[in-house]
């Protein structure tokens, strides 16, 4: 049985079922997010990504599968964080978080995404997962970050941030993020 909370997992030996990244597009004061239609997570609003193929980097998946999802090419990346998630049904994720400074044509629809530009004030985490909320904050601000998560579902039941070599618990979901956002 999958521990449900994160102090119970030994985060340094555990395998990921599968490796994924996640690829954020600021420009002029937004963010380039999505709502997934299908996979893990469809519904939900995020950033393009998905599975780091085999042979693969992780900044070489941020760019295929943001080119993939909403046909345009993500530039000037640079790794942001790291984000571990256990799931009790026993599906582990690891995910690469990359900011890209700007974008190589227009965010289209695809049968993956539908892409839009969101004020980086006004980011909907009401429709987001709910550790979104608990490091977007830092990865807005360029603070490097390593979060560890088990869900049940969609559900989070436990979380822990490393934020720049500071280790902290932070509010669950429905409660306050860091940056005092809702």
Wanted: proline share 6%.
């Amino acid at each position: 049985m999958v521990p449900r909370d994160v102090a119970l997992i030994d985060w340094q030996a555990w395998i990921p079922t599968e490796r994924a990244v996640l690829c954020f597009v600021r420009r002029d004061g937004e963010l380039l997010l999505i709502r997934k239609k299908r996979g893990l997570g469809a519904g939900k609003v995020n950033g393009p990504g998905g599975r780091i193929e085999p042979g693969e980097t992780a900044e070489a998946a941020a760019v295929r599968e943001t080119e993939e999802e909403v046909g345009a090419t993500p530039l000037d990346l640079s790794e942001s964080g790291e984000l571990s998630f256990q799931f009790v049904d026993g599906y582990g994720l690891h995910c690469h978080v990359f900011v890209a400074r700007d974008l190589s044509g227009e965010p289209r629809e695809t049968d993956e995404a539908l892409p839009f530009w969101c004020e980086e004030g006004r980011i909907p985490f009401d429709e987001m997962w709910a550790d979104d909320r608990l490091w977007f904050p830092l990865m807005l601000r360029g603070r490097p970050f390593r979060g560890v998560f088990v869900f049940d579902g969609d559900e989070m039941l436990s979380q822990r941030i490393d934020a720049g070599g500071e280790r902290r618990a932070l509010p669950a979901q429905g409660s306050r993020d860091a940056a005092g956002q809702n």
